[in-house]
């Protein structure tokens, strides 16, 4: 069955980075478009970030645009966040996502951005 679990979370202070990983498992990774999402609390959850299975296209919010980026490495069936400059308003459990006939989803990964 398709799993995914994210890892990397945890309190920086503003202007700090972080590294989020989400491993994944029980489906043909490298054919599969992946996101993350993050959900802030008591809002909606949102997407952050989006790569196509090869790689080759990359979308972000408006929000995070020159601060995060996302990769993936197929050869280890993983996708990465990583975040730069980051804000209180970062602050949320982000989670990766998988759409393969039905939506995917970690238990997600909390970043805390507080001084």
């Known amino acids: 069955q398709v799993q995914l679990v994210e890892s990397g979370g945890g309190l920086v202070q503003p202007g700090g980075s972080l590294r989020l990983s989400c491993a994944a498992s029980?489906?043909?990774?490298?054919?599969?478009?992946m996101r993350w999402y993050r959900q802030a609390p008591g809002r909606e959850r949102e997407l952050v970030a989006t790569?196509?299975?090869?790689?080759?296209?990359?979308n972000y919010a408006d929000s995070v645009k020159g601060r995060f980026t996302i990769s993936r490495d197929n050869a280890k069936n993983t996708v990465y966040l990583q975040m730069n400059s980051l804000k209180p308003e970062d602050t949320g459990v982000y989670y990766c996502?998988?759409?393969?006939?039905?939506?995917?989803w970690g238990k997600g990964t909390l970043v805390t951005v507080s001084s």
């Open positions: 790569m196509t299975s090869a790689g080759g296209s990359t």
């Open positions: 996502n998988v759409w393969r006939n039905m939506n995917y």
């Open positions: 029980g489906f043909a990774f490298s054919m599969y478009g």
